[in-house]
């Protein structure tokens, strides 16, 4: 079965850190690009950031450059995001999702969305 | 940076057409993507590329872009099909950012 899980959420105090984890299986990881989005609670979705294959290309938010830093590890099959100085808004459900369509020599298309975790829970607060 | 609009929510009853709009200035130019979001559950991609769909999605969801709206368009409405509706695209000309619409709420009477 093609799926991507996420782990790694929690409550976090303000100004903490943590690392969030997604593991794919049932595809060839390293051929596609993924993404976060997240999503505060009875809000609706914002993407968080893009990796294409072998790291080539990363996309930021605008809104949220400088906090968060994604990854990516193809012999662990896994995508990963550290974020930083934590706040209260950044309280959300956060997936992991896969860029549709496959890389080709290092170039990935920026199309939809096929491939969506079911999110793992971030809470900020004291 | 790229702003898309739309409505925040849409009444239908069982077995007309619901018609959602996503509004952004030159949409048209856009490659737009719609996911659909149910109570608790993770969104679904069920139209791409303007009008593509992915496999398992009933040919009951279409969708169109042209000037400055894209809509998706879902024929013989069901109630499995009250959700939350995102539009999204990839906005390479002023940003190269990903934006997703506000969603619009569907309710089947």
């Known amino acids: 079965e093609v799926q991507v899980v996420e782990s790694g959420g929690g409550l976090v105090k303000p100004g903490g850190s943590l690392r969030l984890s997604c593991a794919a299986s049932?595809?060839?990881?390293?051929?596609?690009?993924y993404n976060w989005v997240r999503q505060a609670p009875g809000k609706g979705l914002e993407w968080v950031s893009y990796i294409s294959s072998s790291s080539a290309y990363i996309y930021y938010a605008d809104s949220l450059k400088g906090r968060f830093t994604i990854s990516r590890d193809d012999a662990e099959k896994s995508l990963f995001l550290h974020v930083n100085s934590l706040r209260a808004d950044d309280t959300a459900v956060y997936y992991c999702v896969r860029a549709l369509g496959e890389c080709s020599g290092g170039n990935c298309p920026l199309d939809a969305f096929d491939i969506w975790g079911q999110g793992t829970m971030v809470t900020i607060s004291s | 940076s790229y702003v898309l609009t739309q409505s925040p929510s849409v009444s239908v009853a069982p077995g007309q057409t619901a018609t959602i709009s996503c509004g952004g200035n030159n949409i048209g130019s856009y490659s737009v993507h719609w996911y659909q979001q149910k109570p608790g559950q993770a969104p679904v991609l069920v139209v791409f590329d303007d009008n593509d769909r992915p496999s398992g999605i009933p040919e009951r969801f279409s969708g169109s872009n042209s000037g400055t709206t894209a809509t998706l368009t879902i024929n013989r409405v069901e109630a499995g099909d009250e959700a939350d509706y995102f539009c999204q695209v990839w906005d390479s000309y002023t940003s190269d950012q990903y934006v997703f619409g506000p969603g619009t709420k569907v309710t089947v009477l």
């Open positions: 049932g595809f060839t990881f390293s051929s596609y690009g």
